[in-house]
Every structure is written in structure tokens, then in C-alpha cells.
């Protein structure tokens, strides 16, 4: 895989500010670009949009670099020199950038042209402004250059593991693949040898994150709040809904979506004629038949997507045409390259990247299809002016992602020409999202609990995971495996590297669900929608943009029932086929 080269990539923003050639890891020639900024003076209206403009490619470029690196980084975390460009970047030029960033916010916030700037299209911006501006902390600068350190070393902890398997070592996402096995033997051990590996290196993780909490609730006290959980929802400027909110969901989630998940998993025991599900028993076809094989070339997942993409919409199809010709695609899993998948926006060139752990699964073509709909998002948004409107609130992004997994069952015939496993590839879609659901319940609920208790022990905190497993979890049997199961989080990367960020998930998949149903009804009127709220980026609220793409920002109880009485009968018309 050659590394993600920017000079490769179309320019179709020219630079007006920065130098077109500087190394931006040198912040001696950084500095004064911020210097700049800080000292020029603004007499006009015009003045003051030409500052902001300027300011926002210095961002975007800064941001760029930083996204580069930290995409090679995840591609090879076993290379010494890539680790170290990364983390020098994070020191010499993240770090001393955030109190000159700060500098320029307040100059802003202070100009007495800003009164006068439009309140229609900078109302949004001010209020992020003015939240930036009340939580900034210049002792806490040094505190999140550390955290993003000890997030690296979970990275490259996690990148690192693998198991040796049916003759070869393997990486933990590839023992994936066994545990979809009919052979139950086989996708025990394959369970119990990635779990074991994980178990091993249980200290470390608890070490991790224990480092990792004590900056956390040092950098909320330092900020004025009374726990690190009431400081991110401010600094994630959820000012459209609140901790009570997400309480709620935890309840609908074990009230009304739990008990769907032990519907689901009882008629599975049933078919597999089994008194107790395992661990192991949870990704197997329950009726015996082998596991889908979409694909075995990592070519074949990409043409298939492709082809699936521009059935949902021609456009989508082009952009990801577009996105294979620069090599904006990292796709297939290795030694040394970090777990999971993600897509992330070039902010210079507004180019999309997607990287992620493919083994041939069904699974794999989901992921991809999901960070394909980031993809779609950041390009149809990508000609929004205003830099800091480019970028929607993470409670749409997922609902552009979850989206396009959803728009696209009608089409799994492109990996799958039997009617009858492309059946089977969206009912195990669907029954995943509501076994999901729950899981997000736990680990936002989890995040809570270890936030407002800040001195609480390792004990306590397995015991609080138990406990919120046996009131969201399924019906699976975890006798005599209940060490591995209070180590469970270990494996959610959201919980070491971007706390908080994950109810988004649950949020979007409501959202997500409802575009669902508009695609279902109308398939062009449905995908016209969806478009429109992409096109809004982040330069409206979370409601406006919600109800932009013809859906409703709600995860009440309310709303939650009748989408689960729909995807409930789709699961029943699908099994029936």
C-alpha cells in the first residue's frame, strides 16, 4: 500500500494565504502565519471576511497535515519513523498552534465589525465561538498532547495483537472470519484464542485508561466543571440535547429495543437447537449455511460497492470512482495496521480517505459502504464557503454513513446472485442494528458512570459494566467467561480515544432508520432528501438539518417503537423469501 501522498491529489482550492510550498512541520515557518493573522488590522466589514477566510485555510492546511500523518500512522503502526513524524506533529506543531488558535478566536470575538456581519449565516459560528472561548484552558494544552499520545499507544497496543491460527499467525480481525464457521468447535477456539490474546494485555489496557482518566478529570477541573462528562457535552457543543436525554435513551433501549434483541437471539438458540447461546454462537448463520462469501480480492469489494454506490444514485458512483483513481483507499487488513475503520476529510484539498480491516466478510461490505457515505457527505458538502460550516455535527455524519448501509440492500445482487443470500446479508443488517442499539446504550451509559465517579476502583468499574450487560445485554451464556466479559470494553476504541463520542451512533441509527423508510417509500424522493441534508453541512442546528433530509431529530420512546415495529416486518418479509 503506498503511503497517502497529498501531491497526488487534485488542488481544486488554491491557496490565497498560505505559501503553496512550506513544511508545515517546521512551526518556525508556521509562527508567523499566525502572526500574521494576529497583528493585521481590520477596518472594514470586508476586512474582517477576508480574515475569517484566511484564517480557515490556515486551519484547513494545518488540519490536512495533521490527518495525513495520522492516516500513515494507522496504516503502519509498526513503522518507527511514521510513529515518530506523527507524534512530532502532535508536539512541535498541534500543540504550540492551540494558544495562537485561541488568540485568534478572542480577536475575532472582539472585533467590533463582527456586529455587523451577517447574523443569518454567522449565528452558528458565534455560538461555537463564544462555547471555544469559555472553555478554553491554556494548562490543559499539554494535558491533551498527552492524551493523544497514550491514544497512539492504545493504537498501536491494538494493532499489534495477533494470534497464531490454522497454520499462520493472524491479526484479531481476521479470526473474524472463523467465528461465522458452522463448525462450532472452530468458532469456539477461534473466540477463546482472540479473547485470551486480549486478556492478556488486560493490565496494560486498565493502565491505559487509567492514565487516561486522571487527565481527563484534571483537564474538566482545570475548566471549571464539577465532572469530565458536563465538560465534553460542552465541548461537543450538544447544546441541542443533554445527559437527562441520553438517560432516556438507555431506558428505551433496555425497555423497548432490549427485548427484541432476546426475540432475535431465542429464535437463533431455537434454529440451532441449543439450551445456551456462547459467546461464539452470536455471528453463525443460525440455520446452518456456511458463511456469506461476498468477495475474496479486495478488487471485487471495491467494484461491487462501487456498483452498488451508483445504484443508489449515479453521483454517488462517480465520486467513488473518483476516490479509487487517487488511491483514497486502504481497505484490506495486515500486521501492524491499526483495528478498525474510519473515514476522514482532507480539510485542504476536501478530499475524502477510507481506511479499514477487510477479511472477506459480509460484514466488511457494510464498512464500506458505510464510510462511503461519510465520503459522499464530505463531497457534496465540500463547496461550502465558510470552512467551519463544512463539517456537520457527528449526530448527521452517522446518519449519512448508517444511510447508505441501509439504501443499499436492494442491491447486494452485485456480491451475491442467489436472491436468498442477499436476503440473509440484509437480515443479519438489521438484526445488528438492534443488537447494537443496546450495546451503544451500555457503552454511552458505561462512559457516564466512569466520569461521575471519578475515584472508583477497577472492581467497581467491571462492576458497573456487568451490571449494565445484564440490563441491555442479550440472552448469551457467559458462565465460566465472566473475566472476559468485564474486559469487554477494552475492545471500544470510542472509550480510549474520543470519549463521548458514541451515543452519535444511536442518534444516527434512529435517523438513519427514518431516511430508510423515506428510500423504501420513494426511492428517488428518498435519495433527493438525503442529499439535502448532506448539502447543509454543519450551517444549520441539529434539528434543522435533521428535518432538512425529511427525518426527525427525536430518540424518545415515541420514536423508537414504531421504527422497531418496522424493521421488525422487514425482518419477517425477508425470512419469508
Known amino acids: 500500500m503506498a503511503l497517502l501522498n497529498p501531491q497526488t491529489l487534485p488542488h481544486e482550492f488554491p491557496r490565497k494565504f498560505v505559501p503553496a510550498k512550506m513544511d508545515l512541520g517546521d512551526w518556525a515557518s508556521v509562527e508567523p502565519l499566525f502572526n500574521e493573522l494576529q497583528n493585521r488590522k481590520i477596518t472594514s466589514t470586508a476586512d474582517l471576511e477576508k480574515w475569517l477566510k484566511d484564517l480557515g485555510e490556515l486551519e484547513d492546511v494545518l488540519d490536512e497535515e495533521g490527518s495525513i500523518r495520522y492516516v500513515r500512522m494507522t496504516c503502519k503502526t509498526d513503522d518507527p519513523e511514521i510513529e515518530k513524524k506523527f507524534l512530532e506533529y502532535l508536539e512541535h506543531i498541534s500543540e504550540p498552534s492551540k494558544p495562537k488558535s485561541f488568540a485568534l478566536l478572542k480577536k475575532y470575538w472582539d472585533c467590533p465589525f463582527r456586529s455587523s456581519l451577517s447574523k443569518e449565516d454567522y449565528t452558528l459560528f458565534n455560538r461555537s465561538v463564544e462555547n471555544q472561548l469559555a472553555l478554553y484552558r491554556e494548562e490543559n494544552i499539554p494535558l491533551e498532547t498527552e492524551l493523544e499520545k497514550l491514544s497512539q499507544q492504545y493504537q498501536k497496543l491494538s494493532g499489534s495483537m495477533t494470534v497464531h491460527y490454522d497454520g499462520r499467525e493472524q491479526t484479531l480481525q481476521q479470526m473474524g472470519r472463523y467465528l461465522e464457521s458452522t463448525d462450532r468447535k472452530v468458532r469456539e477456539e477461534a473466540w477463546s484464542l482472540t479473547a485470551e490474546r486480549r486478556l492478556k494485555e488486560k493490565n496494560t489496557f486498565e493502565d491505559l485508561f487509567d492514565q487516561m482518566l486522571k487527565l481527563r478529570v484534571q483537564m474538566a477541573k482545570n475548566a471549571g466543571f464539577d465532572n469530565y462528562r458536563d465538560y465534553m457535552f460542552r465541548r461537543k457543543e450538544r447544546f441541542d440535547y443533554g445527559p437527562k436525554d441520553c438517560e432516556a435513551f438507555h431506558e428505551s433501549a433496555e425497555k423497548t429495543i432490549r427485548p427484541l434483541v432476546i426475540k432475535i437471539q431465542q429464535k437463533r438458540a431455537k434454529k440451532m437447537g441449543l439450551s445456551r447461546l456462547k459467546p461464539w454462537d452470536m455471528s453463525v448463520d443460525p440455520d446452518g449455511l456456511p458463511p456469506l462469501k461476498p468477495f475474496e480480492k479486495t478488487e471485487k469489494l471495491v467494484s461491487g460497492c462501487g456498483n452498488i454506490l ?68 464530505g463531497f457534496i458538502s465540500r463547496t461550502i464557503p465558510f470552512s467551519s460550516y463544512r463539517h456537520s455535527p457527528m449526530e448527521f455524519c452517522e446518519v449519512a454513513s448508517m444511510s447508505m448501509e441501509l439504501m443499499a440492500h436492494p442491491f447486494m445482487g452485485e456480491f451475491y446472485t442467489n436472491p436468498k443470500e442477499a436476503a440473509r446479508s440484509a437480515i443479519r443488517h438489521l438484526e445488528d442494528i438492534i443488537v447494537l442499539l443496546p450495546w451503544i446504550a451500555t457503552v454511552d451509559a458505561f462512559q457516564h458512570w466512569l466520569y461521575t465517579h471519578p475515584n472508583h476502583t477497577r472492581e467497581e468499574r467491571s462492576a458497573c459494566w456487568l451490571d449494565l450487560r445484564k440490563h441491555l445485554g442479550g440472552i448469551e451464556d457467559w458462565t465460566g467467561l465472566e473475566e472476559i466479559q468485564s474486559s469487554l470494553w477494552h475492545r471500544q476504541l470510542h472509550i480510549f480515544e474520543v470519549p463521548f463520542y458514541y451515543i452519535e451512533y444511536g442518534i444516527a441509527q434512529l435517523g438513519a432508520l427514518q431516511v430508510w423508510k423515506n428510500f423504501r417509500k420513494n426511492q428517488k424522493e428518498g435519495v433527493r432528501l438525503y442529499k439535502q441534508g448532506l448539502a447543509v453541512g454543519g450551517s444549520q442546528t441539529l434539528p434543522k438539518i435533521f428535518e432538512s433530509a425529511g427525518i426527525h431529530f427525536d430518540f424518545s420512546l415515541k420514536m423508537i417503537e414504531p421504527l422497531m415495529a418496522e424493521v421488525e416486518s422487514e425482518l419477517g418479509r425477508l425470512e419469508s423469501l
Request: no cysteine; charged share 25%.
Open 310 to 377: 451508483a445504484k443508489v444514485d449515479p453521483k454517488f458512483g462517480d465520486i467513488f470512482k473518483q476516490m479509487k483513481e487517487l488511491e483514497l483507499l486502504d481497505l484490506e487488513s495486515r500486521v501492524g495496521k491499526a483495528p478498525g475503520g474510519y473515514n476522514t476529510t482532507l480539510s485542504e484539498t476536501r478530499l475524502p480517505f477510507i481506511f479499514m480491516n477487510s477479511v472477506g466478510l459480509d460484514h466488511d461490505v457494510r464498512t464500506l459502504l458505510h464510510e462511503s457515505g461519510h465520503a459522499m457527505h
